[in-house]
T-cell receptor, first 120, second 112 residues
């Protein structure tokens, strides 16, 4: 398993400002993921961040709005830029770890506690 | 494309009783995994149970078990002897190459 921490746990921000969310993992991982969970909704993948390469963004999400850094194998940041009230959401980071079930390998995602963002 | 559908927005169960949460999925991948995640009010997502698609045997973890019907693309979660701590949002998810697709969730209420 993996222990994942996020900072800040919550924040209230003004429209037009930016917030950087940090994600720290207690082990080295190749792939880290950033999700958005809007109130009462499911998780939507924003982007996948691999160390040493540019993040891969999902449809509807762009780097200018959600720049991501991945400086090493245990850390990543997601910035929510030029915020509007529609960006109010919970932002979750997750990591994927592999394991073995018999002779078969599998991958499993572990999630951080999330950052609750409110934009006024 | 992958899709995951949870048709029950909310379910209730009496403490110590059994409840089943439904999930259907669609995928074009031949090798995939299915998951149930629990998200309590504290919002930390916790893996409840995992099922490998190539396995016919249903996964079991203590009071949690799944009914995996591959042909019907159905993956339901059964919680036996429900406890107050089981109250949470439950998300069904599928994963193929690397991307996880989540359902819309089922809120489970446990009545004392």
């Amino acid at each position: 398993s993996a222990v994942i921490s996020q900072k800040p746990s919550r924040d209230i921000c003004q429209r037009g400002t930016s917030l950087t969310i940090q994600c720290q993992v207690d082990s080295q991982v190749t792939m880290m993921f950033w999700y958005r969970q809007q109130p009462g909704q499911s998780l939507t993948l924003i982007a996948t961040a691999n160390q040493g390469s540019e993040a891969t963004y999902e449809s509807g999400f762009v780097i200018d709005k959600f720049p991501i850094s991945r400086p090493n194998l245990t850390f990543s940041t997601l910035t929510v830029s030029n915020m509007s009230p529609e960006d109010s959401s919970i932002y979750l980071c997750s990591v994927e770890l592999g394991g073995l079930a018999g002779s078969r390998s599998y991958n499993e995602q572990f999630f951080g506690p999330g950052t609750r963002l409110t934009v006024l | 494309a992958q899709t995951v559908t949870q048709s029950q927005p909310e379910m209730s169960v009496q403490e110590a009783e059994t409840v089943t949460l439904s999930c259907t999925y669609d995928t074009s991948e031949s090798d995939y995994y299915l998951f149930w995640y629990k998200q309590p009010p504290s919002r930390q997502m916790i893996l409840v149970i995992r099922q490998e698609a190539y396995k016919q045997q249903n996964a079991t973890e203590n009071r949690f078990s799944v009914n995996f019907q591959k042909a019907a693309k159905s993956f339901s979660l059964k919680i036996s002897d429900s406890q107050l701590g089981d109250a949470a949002m439950y998300f069904c998810a599928s994963s193929g190459t690397y991307k996880y697709i989540f359902g819309t969730g089922t809120r489970l209420k446990v009545l004392a």
